[in-house]
């Protein structure tokens, strides 16, 4: 497992990530540093999670498989995306999905 999933795990274990409604919700709270957004989820809902953070300024990648990021925050259902709560963790999410070239689409 590579270092950006790891730290997802850690944001997991630490109880810092968002996902599903709520992470719209904490988005428009201005509670999220950092969204991942998974890279196979539909046009349709990466231009509403898009919209969502450029709306309120909030950081964003394109990276990851739902499959990838379901198996690290444990989850049976599919995920579209999730979001860091924490600052020194999102940053830390970033370098490392940065130094591995683990982007896929743009990023903010």
Do not use: H, W
């Given at each position: 497992?590579?270092?950006?999933?790891?730290?997802?795990?850690?944001?997991?274990c630490?109880?810092?990530?968002?996902?599903?409604?709520?992470?719209?919700?904490?988005?428009?709270?201005?509670?999220?540093?950092?969204?991942?957004?998974?890279?196979?989820?539909?046009?349709?809902?990466?231009?509403?999670?898009?919209?969502?953070?450029?709306?309120?300024?909030?950081?964003?990648?394109?990276?990851?498989?739902?499959?990838?990021?379901?198996?690290?925050i444990?989850?049976?259902?599919?995920?579209?995306?999730?979001?860091?709560?924490?600052s020194n963790?999102?940053?830390?999410?970033?370098?490392?999905?940065?130094?591995?070239?683990?982007?896929?689409?743009?990023?903010?």
């Open positions: 497992m590579n270092k950006g999933l790891n730290t997802i795990g850690m944001c997991k630490a109880n810092k990530i968002s996902y599903g409604e709520t992470l719209i919700k904490d988005i428009q709270k201005s509670k999220i540093s950092l969204v991942v957004i998974c890279s196979d989820t539909s046009d349709n809902s990466k231009k509403k999670i898009i919209d969502k953070c450029n709306f309120y300024k909030c950081e964003y990648v394109i990276c990851y498989t739902q499959e990838e990021i379901c198996k690290v444990a989850r049976v259902d599919p995920v579209s995306a999730i979001g860091i709560k924490d963790l999102a940053k830390k999410l970033k370098e490392n999905i940065e130094r591995e070239g683990d982007v896929d689409g743009k990023e903010q």
